[in-house]
């Protein structure tokens, strides 16, 4: 493996492992600085936030990495997440708080010029292989952000915003000495409204039948964001977790979950058929979100990991088969569309599950897993309504 590509991908890992240090200590560090009881609400906001900054900036930094070249723009963003990252660590209000997420959420979209990059130099015959290493280094920052963060945490609140700023000064100094320009920077001027977030839905209109197959991804999306919005506060709240067993439980679950994605799909797909296996995997994780919903001890949540991560399954199918909804030549099109959707529930959701957290939470905290699931159920019809394509035409631009 090449160095540069080393350097991509050690910066991914510590990206996702920055993200995942403030999940166990964000409930305690909003009561210390709001001094209310109830923060689902403020964690809804800075989800969102987080969410909305990443939607708009993603091809802006994307647009300047082919104007100015993709280093330059990474290294900028790196300096940029190892100031922010002391900044929040010293940030005595929640209006400081809300501003240094909605900056980390800015330089956390250097993971589209990160994509570029790796487009850059690898032949057509490698990228989906580094593309599946470079998701897959996410996942591996992803289980040991939450955990160090929950250690780091129990010992003062402001540690994880530290030990983030001192993994991306690192990675500052990595790229800095390591790191070539993969391409040489383009004289052309900006699209301006290549900018645009919301431009590649407007094609979605005029393919109505892609409506379903996006609904469906935008369910399977909304879904996830209940997790990173209120796992930590029902952990706190009906278990009486600290910041180490919120971490472990997090990393407990991403173990399970990369398991489950690297070796299940494709034979589950093999044996069940794409539409049969996103209905197991939606069976999968109704049933653990029931479980989880009506536990009454610690150990029933770490028991029930390895089916919630079959609930995984289904997506890679979702994947498959909605390749299959267009033809070849409007598949980067299509991915482009799903991507500015599944930003969108990224936004809306983690504001919905908060708010709907904050009304039970009092008297159950386990009812926001019913609240997944009722989301769930709205996918059933859609995904047995989904009927294969062998061609479309092209579409009117």
């Known amino acids: 493996?090449?160095?540069?590509?080393?350097?991509?991908?050690?910066?991914?890992?510590?990206?996702?492992?920055?993200?995942?240090?403030?999940?166990?200590?964000?409930?305690?560090?909003?009561?210390?600085?709001?001094?209310?009881?109830?923060?689902?609400?403020?964690?809804?906001?800075?989800?969102?936030?987080?969410?909305?900054?990443?939607?708009?900036?993603?091809?802006?930094?994307?647009?300047?990495?082919?104007?100015?070249?993709?280093?330059?723009?990474?290294?900028?963003?790196?300096?940029?997440?190892?100031?922010?990252?002391?900044?929040?660590?010293?940030?005595?209000?929640?209006?400081?708080?809300?501003?240094?997420?909605?900056?980390?959420?800015?330089?956390?979209?250097?993971?589209?010029?990160?994509?570029?990059?790796?487009?850059?130099?690898?032949?057509?015959?490698?990228?989906?292989?580094?593309?599946?290493?470079?998701?897959?280094?996410?996942?591996?920052?992803?289980?040991?952000?939450?955990?160090?963060?929950?250690?780091?945490?129990?010992?003062?609140?402001?540690?994880?915003?530290i030990a983030a700023a001192v993994l991306n000064a690192c990675n500052l100094l990595l790229a800095f000495f390591v790191l070539p320009e993969s391409r040489e920077p383009s004289r052309a001027k900006i699209d301006l409204a290549a900018l645009n977030p919301l431009r590649p839905l407007r094609w979605l209109f005029s393919m109505k039948h892609l409506l379903p197959v996006i609904s469906v991804f935008l369910i399977f999306s909304a879904t996830g964001e209940a997790y990173g919005t209120s796992w930590a506060l029902w952990g706190s709240d009906a278990f009486q977790w600290n910041g180490l067993w919120i971490g472990l439980s997090l990393g407990s679950f991403g173990v399970c979950q990369a398991l489950a994605q690297a070796f299940l799909p494709g034979p589950a797909v093999r044996l069940l058929g794409e539409r049969i296996a996103i209905l197991v995997g939606i069976a999968c994780a109704c049933t653990a979100l029931v479980v989880m919903a009506f536990a009454t001890a610690s150990w029933m949540i770490f028991a029930i990991m390895p089916l919630f991560a079959l609930g995984g399954i289904g997506v890679p199918a979702l994947q498959s088969l909605a390749t299959r909804q267009v033809d070849e030549s409007q598949q980067g099109q299509f991915q482009g569309v799903l991507a500015s959707a599944l930003s969108l529930a990224s936004i809306a959701a983690p504001l919905a599950f908060s708010s709907f957290y904050f009304v039970v939470r009092a008297q159950w905290p386990g009812a926001i897993w019913l609240s997944v699931i009722a989301l769930y159920a709205l996918s059933v019809p859609l995904v047995l309504g989904l009927r294969f394509r062998e061609a479309v035409p092209a579409a009117a631009t």
């Open 1 to 161: 493996m090449s160095k540069p590509l080393i350097v991509i991908f050690v910066a991914v890992v510590l990206d996702a492992i920055g993200i995942g240090l403030v999940f166990p200590i964000l409930p305690a560090l909003l009561r210390d600085v709001t001094h209310a009881d109830n923060v689902a609400a403020y964690i809804g906001v800075m989800t969102a936030l987080y969410a909305a900054m990443q939607f708009v900036f993603a091809p802006v930094l994307g647009s300047l990495s082919d104007r100015l070249g993709r280093r330059p723009v990474l290294l900028i963003s790196l300096a940029g997440a190892a100031v922010n990252y002391l900044f929040l660590a010293i940030a005595p209000s929640l209006w400081m708080l809300l501003l240094g997420l909605a900056i980390a959420g800015l330089t956390s979209a250097n993971l589209s010029v990160a994509t570029a990059y790796i487009t850059d130099i690898s032949g057509e015959h490698e990228r989906a292989r580094r593309f599946g290493l470079f998701n897959a280094m996410f996942g591996i920052g992803f289980i040991i952000g939450p955990v160090l963060g929950g250690v780091l945490g129990d010992h003062w609140l402001r540690l994880p915003f």
